[in-house]
Each structure stands twice: as structure tokens, then as C-alpha cells.
């Protein structure tokens, strides 16, 4: 086995032990990404050298025992994460040579563990698309099936991990944006109680649902990495100042007694058939291991989408107002100041971006916002509240992650509608800002991933990776790799 | 108006209504949600950081001393504080506000339902304070001097604010001054504000309206802008109102419209109408937390208010027997008022005090542009020389010179008194000499005097006091003078 294939734990254990060192293990990854990069994508930037660098400095603190749990591990970080002296460009001409002169929190903790900064990789344009194909540098290939997409947004830092290319990864969800894609790459995402993690730094999309989370190659990986970047920041007042729990001594528990929630608006007429036999299977699996499945309701999950196209884009619309030609990234020059701003805007603005703008502009616009951000708001709440109830019943929800398998690149780039149902399971998680994983459950008949979400309670990240870690040990669907 | 008709009647026609939205700035060491110095006049873009230059990624962390400061003033104008208040978005474009949104309070603001006493004409007048709400300052552009590009400052974005928003219970301009100097008073006061207009950390913006008098509902209104100065407030006012009345006497509309003082030609020019005004979008913050005050916290706040201009006044007046009008204008300024209070404790006569102060202290401060921190001037000083006046050292004519002396030198009165030889002479035979030269030498006069015409007093008095250069004991100057020319 390559070492790139390896999990973080699995490494550290090498690492530790002496095993192997640090340089063998870049060395495997940045080889793997010289065979395969050129048609996965998954990268903007590639930081080579400055992995190389720090290798040394990673090596030494494992020589002197002073190896933290990331120390040497090769990582990739979505570039909507602010790196200070790495450009960061969201996928957008708009940031157009920007380099920040500061780091982003989660970063800062990554990068404080000496891990092996692999490079910034490729998400739709500010995050905003399921699919990858809104970035402006190039569109990202699902390592399964290289004319499928990866999902998206966290497409490219998701493929990195599927393919080999980083031992693990960081992503943000907004709506799904960590979960939908490895869910579709056949890996490990997970979504953390909004406020758990923080997000100075993190390129605002819609401030009250963005949230970074790890994306690894399976379920011990991720409260692993939870152990790292999760807990309260003084710089970001949204951060819930709450202490964070070891989430990796949820690992190993059995789940005899778990009651698993099945909301049956998630399994609905017309779903796709092998992701509904997975996910079937996958709740049969859970019983099989002592669960016990009840069925809930989750009745306003039909407002969601409507919901959170309302409000997601209301808060873009404002957080991206930055972007003006004035103090960083692209200006384009103009006789006056409006001329400006308006073709510094049209021109570094991909069509998605400049939709949620003008969708969101509209949703506050005076006279029109009692009818949306406001009815939105009480949606919202509505939501949230249905998770409430379910949640006074059962220990954790469980749903497909996505309601297809990885779709062809262009089948759905040019029908925004359809590309906003692919988020029809997870958007809701968001809205109501509790914590989901999802975790491989199977395979379609094209042989391409089907993932399933667990979702749970409000800092109930322990128990979704329990569960999450007892069903992918009694499978094996998590030790597939795509043969690139 | 038309020519010909007797303007002062026709404004006598129109009740005018006036409300301020006053923007004071928080003297907090540092921004309110960043760690950056507020300090005034800093080079350019010096105090600024990746949260107030509006990176991407950054987010702003409330900084508690500025809530303080505002519940301070809240209290200080009686209004009441919410439990619960939160931040909103002001969404609009320019670029001296980096993030194209300002974080203010919209629907939820920190303090509502306050007032403010005002004296006019003797009378106390009560303005309601609709509310009080917290935000962020914007940075400058800079346009002068730089050909045909434009610069930023960003060292003031992100400095505490608060607007402080009357009821339109204003009737005047000189109500509105009186307003502003009130508001400027307690913010001093309570040491939340330095109230200096000319350096924008006290800004004013007008709603005036006029209707005849009896008409229920308000007239059209209009916003004025940029009065940047005390020396304005009154000025711009009533310029707006004569604008707006010769509009309707005309026979025209007022439009709702945004206009700007130009200071320079003393007129108000038109900004933007109504139909060009922003829709700002505004929508609640969600990168920062609602605030929450607790009742123990601004339980712990008012114990900590000083006593406050309305207070002091009505204690001053009790103390030290001052009539209301020498106690308002010695409260209005917190430093004022010590002064006055410490010439007091070194053993002066409070009206004497009083008197000083709000004359000759007053005008030559008013000369000189200064306030009263600014002079080296010390209250005991004062009092020294009110001592030697008691004592008869020093008439209360050369007290103006030996006062103006102090002030422009910051000598003790005994000093100066000494080196420019202006001890009185109360030697009764000194001064009969003069007496008895003068005499001499006005015949005429006391001719005059003796056939009944009394004024000639003042004639012999003047005479003297010139000779002695104006030492002599006017008291026992008065007596020889009757004395010998009644004789
Ligand atoms: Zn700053």
C-alpha cells in the first residue's frame, strides 16, 4: 500500500513508530498527484514547496516526541480558508491574485500541528453550486468516474482525498457542501453543529449556515480531526463557547439501543432506485447491529429548499458586497466609480455568483422582505423545530445523503433548479444547525458511490460518529478506492 | 418671499418641527470590533486591520466597553435599556465603507424612550429621545489634491458610534442648539464622548419641517446634512426654514428630499430626493450574537454615573443660592462646573465666582477659541484675587486688569498686583491730595456742580482716578468728594 492511501491514524502509528518518515509520505502524495492530478482537478493551488519545507520542521517534532495527532500528515484545504502568504481565491476571478495577510482559525490549528500543507483546492465559485462546475478555473472530475462530477462545493477537496491525492481534508457546508460530495466520491464527510467549529477566515457565503468540517477517508479520520479544529474562538462571536468533548472516544462503542429516526419525507416516490436500496440496506445493517429504527416526521422538510435559497442567498448578497474593485483582488478600470464597481463586479463574478446576488438583493429589498427574508426566518424556525420534536424521540436521524449517485459533468449545469435538488437532503441539516456525516453505504448499478446521512442532535456530533463508525466497521464499502 | 410683505409676520405664521439624529463617537481605546486604536489623526490607513479593512473571512467581535458607554448614555437621557438588542446590516456601496455594509441597530436598538431637559426662556422643556442605537463608523475619502484619483482613510472605520434620535419635539434653532449643547454636556459628562464637532466626533443631521400654526399633521420634511459645526447648527436652521417657508409662500411643494449645508455660501443645496434614496437592505447581523444586558449589570452602571448637568444645576442653585440661569450656564460643562466649584471651596462668595466666570472668564475664552481645561489659569487663583478685592487691596476696576493679567499669564494675583504697582491707595490723605488738585484746577465744574447739576460726580471721579491711575479707594475717593463740595 502507498502511503498516500493511508488513513491519518493509520500514518501517525507509522510516523510514530518510525516507521516511515515524514518526506516518504509527501513524497507519495505529491507522486500520486504527478499521475493523476492532471485529470482529477481537485487543486487551484498546489503548495509543493512549502510542504517540503515544513517536512523537515514536522520530522524534527516526531524525532523529539513532540508529534501532535496531525504532525506530518499530508492535508488539503478547500480555498475558501484564508492561508496567510498562500493565495486564496474561492474559485473566483473576483479574488484575482489575493493573498491574505492573515490565517484563517481552522488553519491556524492545522498549521500549528506541523501538518503538510498539500496545496488549496478547487469548490464552486464562493461555494455556491453542488458540483464543482461554478468554479472558475477549471471543473473538478469525480475520481470514480472521471465524466461524472465530484459534487460539490467541497468538490475538489473531496476528490483530493477519494483519489489519493492528501490524506485528509477540510471543507465548508452551507447546504450540503461537505456531505453531498463525499457522498458522491465514496468517502467521509461531516457537517458540525453550526457554531461548533469556527469560521474566521472562512470566506463568508451565508453567514448563519456556513461551517468547516473534515472530510476523510473514514469515520475514526474525522473525530480526528474534529479533535483538532473544533472549539470556541474568541474572533468568532457565532462560535458556541462550549468545551469540546475527545470526539474520538465515541469510536468503538456499540449502538444496542440507538433509536435511529427514518423521516419518511426522505423516502418519497420516484427516488432514485440504488440509493434507496443502499440506504434501505444500510438502516437493515444498523438493526442488524442493535438500533432500533422508528419512523419521524420532519414535516416542513418540503419548505427547505425554497427556504434556504431565500436566506442563504439574502446573506450572500450582502457578504459578497465586498467585492468592489477597491481594496484587493480584480479592478477593473472605468471612468467613474460606479463604472467601477459595476465592471469590476461583471466581470470577476461567475453566473451562479451574480444569481444568488440578485436573488438575494431582491429577498431584502424593501417591500419584498416581510414576503421572504422574513417568511424565511419563520420557515426556518419551523424547521428547526421539527427537528426538535423528532430528536425528542430518537437518538439520531438517518437518510440518504444524496437522492442520486455522481451526475455527468453539464447534465445539470445549465437547469440551476435540478442542481438545487441535489441538496435536498442535506440543506435542512444546515438550517436547522445540527451536525451530519455521511458515510458510503453502497453502490449504484454504474458503479459509482451512494452515501448515507446521519444526522444529530445540536453538539450530538459524538453520537453520529458512534454510529457512523459502528456501521462502516461491520462494512466494507470505505476500503474501496477508485482505480484512477 | 414677495417683495414688499413683512417677512418676520409671514414666519410668524409657521410652526417649525424640528428632530436631531446626533452621531456621537465612543472614546473607547479601540474600535468596536477589532482591536485597532481610535486616536485621532494617526497617518493615513495606519490603524487599521484585516477586520476593519473588510478582508475576506474576517468577523467582528463586539467590543464590550462600547455597550458600556452606551448604556452610560441611555441612562444618563432617561431612556430605557432593552434586555435584548441586536445588530443589523446597513447595505449600501461606498468606498470608504470597506465591507459595503454598515453593522447599526435597526429594529432592536439598545436604548428607546429617553429625554432631555433643555431651559428656554426660563422655561424647562423636555425632548424626547426616540432611541439610541450603537454602530460603526465609516472611513474618508480623500479627494483633494490628488489630480483625478481618490483616496481612502480607513483609520476611523469601525470607531464606536452612537445616533442619538430626538422626537421632532424641537420648536426653534436656538431649541436645537440648546438641544446639541445639552447632549454634548452630558456626553462630557459621562466621558463617553468628547463633543467636538469641527473633528466629526459629534455630528449633526436635521429633520425640519414647518406647518401654520393649528395644523394637526407635520409638514414635508427634509434631511440636512453636514452641519459640521456648533457655530452652524442655528445658521442651518434657520436658513432651511426660510428656504421651506418661501417655498409655500410661493405657492410650491416641499419636496422630501436629503440637503447639504454648504458652510461656505450659508445655503443648503439638494442631495438626493426621496425617489433616489438607498433601500439599505437591512437585515439582522448573523455574525454577531444579539447583546444581552442583565439588570445586575446596568444596576452596576448607574451606580458608577457621575452627577449629571440637570442634577447639578438644581444643586447649585440650592448650594450656593445661584439664580437658574448662572446655574444652567455653569453646569452645562462638567469642567466649568468643577472650576466653579473649587473657587468656591477656597473660600470665595459663590456670586462673586459666578459673576467672574460668566464674564470676563467666558469672553476671553470665547476670544481666544479655548475651553477651560485649555487656560493655566487655577480656580484658587481666582480666589486670590476675589480676596484681595474683599479686602480692599485691589478695586474691582483693576480686578478686570489684574484678571486679564492672571488669565493671559498664569500669574498669581499678588504678583501682579506688586510688579505693576496697582495696590490701592486707601491713605486718606493721599488721596485728598488728588482731590484737592483736581479741584483746583475745575473751577468751573464745581460751579456747575454746586448750582445742582449732581452728574458732575462722575466728572471728578474720573479726573482723580486718572491722576491715580485708578488705585484709589473709589469708596473713600466717593466721601472726600461729597464732602468737600457740598461744603
Ligand atoms: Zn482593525
Redesign the interface.
Known amino acids: 500500500m502507498k502511503l498516500n492511501e493511508m488513513t491519518i491514524l493509520g500514518l501517525r502509528k507509522l510516523l510514530d513508530k518510525r516507521e516511515v518518515t515524514v518526506r516518504e509520505v509527501v513524497d507519495d502524495v505529491y507522486g500520486r498527484i504527478d499521475s493523476v492530478e492532471d485529470r482529477v482537478k481537485a487543486f487551484i493551488t498546489i503548495t509543493r514547496e512549502e510542504a517540503y519545507k515544513n517536512t523537515e520542521r514536522a520530522q524534527e517534532a516526531i524525532d523529539s516526541g513532540r508529534a501532535s495527532l496531525l504532525t506530518g500528515i499530508p492535508i488539503a484545504i478547500k480555498d475558501n480558508m484564508c492561508t496567510k502568504g498562500i493565495l486564496t481565491t474561492c474559485a473566483s476571478q473576483i479574488l484575482h491574485n489575493f493573498v491574505p495577510p492573515y490565517e484563517s482559525t481552522v488553519t491556524g490549528k492545522l498549521r500549528g500541528q506541523d501538518c503538510v500543507l498539500v496545496g488549496k483546492t478547487n469548490l464552486d465559485e464562493f461555494a455556491m453550486g453542488s458540483s464543482t462546475e461554478n468554479s472558475s478555473f477549471h471543473t473538478t472530475r469525480n475520481p470514480w468516474n472521471l465524466d461524472c462530477v465530484p459534487g460539490g462545493s467541497s468538490g475538489g477537496s473531496v476528490a483530493a482525498v477519494a483519489a489519493g491525492e492528501c490524506i485528509a481534508a477540510v471543507g465548508s457546508d452551507t447546504g450540503g457542501s461537505i456531505r453531498q460530495p463525499a457522498s458522491l466520491c465514496g468517502i467521509v464527510g461531516l457537517k458540525p453543529t453550526y457554531g461548533r467549529v469556527s469560521r474566521y477566515g472562512l470566506v463568508a457565503f451565508a453567514s448563519s449556515l456556513d461551517q468547516i468540517g473534515p472530510i476523510t477517508k473514514d469515520v475514526a479520520d474525522a473525530a480526528a480531526m474534529m479533535n483538532v479544529i473544533a472549539g470556541h474562538d474568541p474572533l468568532d462571536s457565532t462560535s458556541a463557547p462550549v468545551a469540546s468533548p475527545d470526539f474520538m472516544a465515541a469510536l468503538g462503542r456499540d449502538i444496542k439501543g440507538l433509536r435511529i429516526g427514518i423521516p419518511r419525507e426522505y423516502f418519497i416516490e420516484g427516488m432514485d432506485q440504488d440509493v434507496e436500496k443502499s440506504v434501505r440496506d444500510a438502516i437493515k445493517k444498523l438493526e442488524d447491529l442493535g438500533a432500533r429504527a422508528v419512523e419521524v416526521s420532519l414535516p416542513h422538510t418540503q419548505y427547505a429548499i425554497a427556504t434556504y435559497y431565500i436566506l442563504a442567498t439574502s446573506e450572500a448578497s450582502s457578504n459578497l458586497a465586498r467585492y468592489d474593485g477597491v481594496k484587493y483582488g480584480l479592478r477593473e478600470p472605468a471612468k467613474d466609480l460606479i463604472d467601477m464597481y459595476m465592471n469590476t463586479r461583471a466581470k470577476g463574478f461567475g453566473a451562479e455568483v451574480k444569481r444568488r446576488i440578485m436573488l438575494g438583493t431582491y429577498a431584502l429589498s424593501s417591500g419584498y422582505y416581510d414576503a421572504y427574508y422574513k417568511k424565511g426566518q419563520q420557515v426556518r424556525t419551523l424547521i428547526k423545530n421539527d427537528f426538535d420534536s423528532a430528536f425528542r424521540d430518537v437518538d439520531v436521524i438517518v437518510t440518504p445523503t444524496a437522492p442520486t449517485g455522481a451526475f455527468r459533468i453539464g447534465e445539470k449545469a445549465t437547469d440551476p433548479l435540478q442542481m438545487y435538488l441535489s441538496d435536498i437532503f442535506t440543506i435542512s441539516v444546515n438550517l436547522a444547525g445540527v451536525p451530519g456525516i455521511s458515510v458510503p453505504c453502497g453502490f449504484t448499478r454504474e458503479g459509482l458511490p451512494v452515501g448515507l446521512q446521519i444526522i444529530g442532535k445540536h453538539f450530538g456530533e459524538e453520537t453520529i460518529l458512534q454510529a457512523a463508525h459502528a456501521f462502516e466497521q461491520s462494512t466494507e464499502w470505505h476500503l474501496r478506492r477508485p482505480s484512477l | 418671499m414677495k417683495n414688499g410683505v413683512d417677512a418676520s409676520a409671514i414666519m410668524k405664521k409657521y410652526e417649525v418641527v424640528i428632530g436631531l439624529e446626533v452621531h456621537a463617537q465612543l472614546l473607547t481605546d479601540t474600535k468596536i470590533f477589532c482591536r485597532c486604536s481610535t486616536k485621532f489623526g494617526a497617518e493615513p490607513n495606519t490603524q487599521t486591520c ?1 477586520v476593519c ?10 467590543n464590550r466597553k462600547a455597550i458600556e458607554y452606551a448604556i452610560r448614555t441611555g441612562l444618563a437621557m432617561n431612556c430605557s435599556i432593552a434586555p435584548y438588542s441586536r445588530f443589523a ?1 446597513k ?1 449600501y ?1 461606498y ?1 470608504d465603507l ?4 454598515q453593522i447599526s441597530q435597526y429594529e432592536l436598538p439598545l436604548c428607546e424612550h429617553g429625554l432631555v431637559e433643555i431651559i428656554i426662556d426660563n422655561e424647562v422643556k423636555r425632548i424626547g429621545i426616540t432611541r439610541i442605537h450603537m454602530e460603526e463608523d465609516a472611513g474618508k475619502n480623500i479627494h483633494e489634491g490628488k489630480g483625478d484619483h ?1 483616496f ?1 482613510d480607513l483609520n476611523r472605520t469601525g470607531v464606536p458610534l452612537m445616533e442619538i434620535v430626538s422626537e421632532p419635539d424641537l420648536r426653534s434653532p436656538r431649541e436645537a442648539a440648546e438641544y446639541m449643547k445639552k447632549l454634548r454636556g452630558i456626553l462630557r459628562y459621562l466621558g463617553v464622548c468628547d463633543g467636538n464637532m469641527e473633528q466629526g466626533s459629534l455630528r449633526c443631521d436635521a429633520n425640519i419641517s414647518v406647518r401654520p400654526f393649528g395644523q394637526k399633521e407635520f409638514g414635508t420634511r427634509t434631511e440636512l446634512k453636514n452641519i459640521n459645526s456648533f457655530k452652524f447648527v442655528e445658521k442651518a436652521l434657520e436658513y432651511e426654514i426660510k428656504r421651506q417657508i418661501s417655498v409655500i409662500e410661493d405657492g410650491g411643494k416641499i419636496i422630501q428630499e436629503t440637503r447639504l449645508w454648504d458652510s461656505a455660501a450659508g445655503v443648503t443645496l439638494s442631495m438626493r430626493s426621496k425617489e433616489e434614496a438607498h ?1 439599505y ?3 439582522p447581523e ?4 444579539p447583546v444581552v444586558v442583565g439588570q445586575d449589570w446596568i444596576a452596576e452602571i448607574k451606580k458608577s454615573l457621575p452627577e449629571l448637568p440637570d442634577e447639578k444645576r438644581n444643586r447649585f442653585m440650592t448650594q450656593y443660592g445661584l439664580p437658574d440661569h448662572d446655574a444652567e450656564l455653569l453646569t452645562v460643562e462638567r469642567a466649568v462646573a468643577d472650576w466653579f466649584e473649587l473657587a468656591v471651596q477656597a473660600g470665595s462668595q459663590p456670586k462673586a465666582v459666578a459673576n467672574w466666570m460668566m464674564g470676563d472668564l467666558m469672553r476671553m475664552l470665547n476670544e481666544d477659541n479655548k475651553s477651560i481645561e485649555d487656560v493655566t489659569l487655577k480656580p484658587d487663583q481666582m480666589a486670590g484675587m476675589l480676596k484681595m478685592i474683599d479686602e480692599g487691596t485691589i478695586s474691582g476696576k483693576i480686578a478686570k486688569t489684574v484678571f486679564e493679567a492672571m488669565y493671559r499669564t498664569g500669574k498669581n494675583a499678588e504678583d501682579i498686583v506688586k510688579e505693576q504697582g496697582l495696590v490701592q491707595i486707601s491713605d486718606t490723605s493721599e488721596i485728598e491730595k488728588a482731590v484737592d488738585d483736581i479741584l483746583a484746577k475745575s473751577p468751573g465744574e464745581i460751579e456747575r456742580f454746586r448750582a445742582g447739576d449732581e452728574k458732575l460726580i462722575g466728572f471728578f471721579v474720573g479726573q482723580v482716578m486718572k491722576a491715580t491711575k485708578g488705585k484709589a479707594n473709589p469708596k473713600i475717593l466717593n466721601d472726600l468728594l461729597i464732602k468737600k463740595l457740598r461744603v
Do not use: C
Open positions: 484585516q479593512i473588510g478582508m475576506p473571512g474576517v468577523l467582528p467581535v463586539m446590516r447595505n456601496f468606498p470597506p465591507k459595503n455594509y481618490s481612502v433601500d437592505r437591512y437585515f448573523p455574525d454577531l450574537a
